[in-house]
């Protein structure tokens, strides 16, 4: 389960705010990358801590109950990047982006921020700490991951609305049978990732 250790380690126990980031929906055929950044206050929940965990290691009922509550007692940012944007800087760039965005939009900035994966946004003004598999480390990062799965999960409800053809309201835009078969039957929308393989290749056909 994640704790507070990196946190800890980089300051937290000094005074110091560290925050902690992370993305939803690199792999999707369709929408945004969103990324979360949190900040855990001193008196956050005891109970609250040890609920969160990895946002893929939790039910969507635990997350959609647990999302409230971060943004409850949490500075936090969420951010994104659109589909548009992927294609023109690739999709590792894009989480980073969306990443650095949602971090700049904390109320406070920390000193430091811990991020999860092997590559850091590299975000002026305070250390930029890569933790790979942060989520399952890292409350902050956790925290983090919450918000952006219910976030981008809930965006792809909406656009579902909108092209109901996708599944997206229950593949979130992932290269499921069903999308790839919709893809080829009711074509690309505005929101796919026209970089990304199998729209790629329809486009080209």
């Excluded at 080829?184 to 080209?204: C, D, E, K, W, Y």
Aim: aromatic content about 4%.
């Amino acid at each position: 389960m994640p704790t507070l250790i990196y946190e800890i380690e980089y300051g937290r126990d000094k005074g110091l705010l560290i925050a902690g980031t992370d993305e939803a929906g690199r792999g999707p055929l369709a929408g945004p990358v969103v990324a979360a950044a949190v900040i855990i206050p001193e008196n956050f929940p005891e109970k609250l801590a040890k609920a969160i965990n990895d946002s893929k290691q939790i039910s969507e009922k635990k997350r959609d109950v647990l999302f409230p509550q971060i943004l409850e007692c949490c500075i936090h940012g969420i951010a994104e990047c659109s589909a548009q944007e992927i294609d023109k800087i690739n999709i590792l760039q894009a989480s980073l982006l969306a990443m650095k965005r949602a971090v700049l939009q904390l109320s406070q900035q920390p000193s430091c921020v811990l991020v999860d994966g092997n590559k850091s946004p590299n975000i002026p003004n305070m250390k930029n700490i890569p933790i790979v598999k942060g989520d399952s480390k890292s409350l902050s990062i956790a925290a983090a991951s919450i918000l952006a799965k219910v976030t981008r999960d809930r965006l792809m409800q909406q656009l579902h609305t909108e092209f109901p053809h996708y599944g997206w309201a229950h593949n979130a835009g992932y290269p499921t049978a069903e999308h790839i078969s919709a893809l080829q039957t009711h074509g690309i929308t505005p929101h796919h990732r026209q970089s990304f393989g199998p729209v790629r290749n329809l486009a080209s056909g």
